[in-house]
């Protein structure tokens, strides 16, 4: 079935840091991708997306680029912020037909720490 | 503001009691879902419904029923709860199902099952 692999954490950087939180996928067809945030005490928020190759989202400083090859989705931020500290998910969503149902499949999570 | 409201935002329960988790979005979407998030496993889907009137099983269904009573709400039954299923419960909400629209979160439901 279809899995996201995401880096174990924690990861622990000093501000202003270059971050790379790195995600792998295995999937059938060709799935949207997600980086979700997750503050402490709070849901998950949407952090960016792509929905086809060679896609690149971005938002508040952090990319991810789709990469078909590779089967990735890395999501990068060159200067962090003590507020960035979060745990960052992955995520894919296959899309309706042919056996697949359009839900989120998630991996694990990051936990990112950033010290001042 | 618009968003997904969970109730209660936390809940201790004794093994063997039954509760119902309460799920409502007024954005007007079509799609809702509960999750579970355990720690170092992400967040595993319990059920889903697609749209008003439907509802399916997800990856961790056992111990639990939902109910899509309209459009706007969706709630998550624990009839018999176990210490297995202390956990956070998070629903979410979709506009479509095609799996480009990203799915938004309430904040939350922290069960702890003594």
């Known amino acids: 079935g279809d899995s996201v692999t995401q880096m174990e954490g924690p990861v622990t950087l000093s501000e202003e840091a270059f971050l790379t939180i790195n995600c792998t996928y295995t999937?059938?067809?060709?799935?949207?991708l997600f980086w979700y945030v997750q503050y402490p005490g709070e849901g998950l928020q949407l952090l960016l997306k792509a929905t086809k190759a060679d896609d690149k989202g971005s938002n508040k400083g952090f990319e991810a680029t789709y990469r078909k090859e590779t089967t990735s989705f890395h999501l990068e931020k060159g200067s962090v912020q003590v507020s960035d500290s979060a745990v960052y998910f992955c995520?894919?969503?296959?899309?309706?037909?042919?056996?697949?149902?359009?839900?989120?499949?998630f991996g694990q999570g990051t936990t990112l720490q950033v010290k001042p | 503001n618009a968003g997904v409201t969970q109730t209660p935002k936390f809940q201790v329960l004794k093994t063997g009691q039954s509760m119902t988790l309460q799920c409502a979005q007024d954005m007007n979407h079509n799609s809702m879902y509960w999750y579970r998030q355990d720690p170092g496993m992400g967040l595993r889907l319990i059920y889903y419904s697609a749209s008003e009137g439907t509802t399916d099983k997800g990856e961790v269904p056992n111990g639990y029923n939902v109910s899509r009573l309209n459009k706007r709400e969706f709630s998550l039954r624990l009839e018999s709860a176990a210490p297995s299923q202390t956990s956070v419960y998070f629903c979410a909400s979709t506009f479509d199902f095609t799996g480009n629209q990203p799915q938004h979160f309430g904040d939350g439901t922290r069960l702890s099952i003594l």
């Open positions: 995520a894919l969503s296959d899309r309706p037909g042919s056996g697949n149902t359009g839900k989120l499949i």
């Open positions: 999937a059938t067809g060709y799935p949207s």
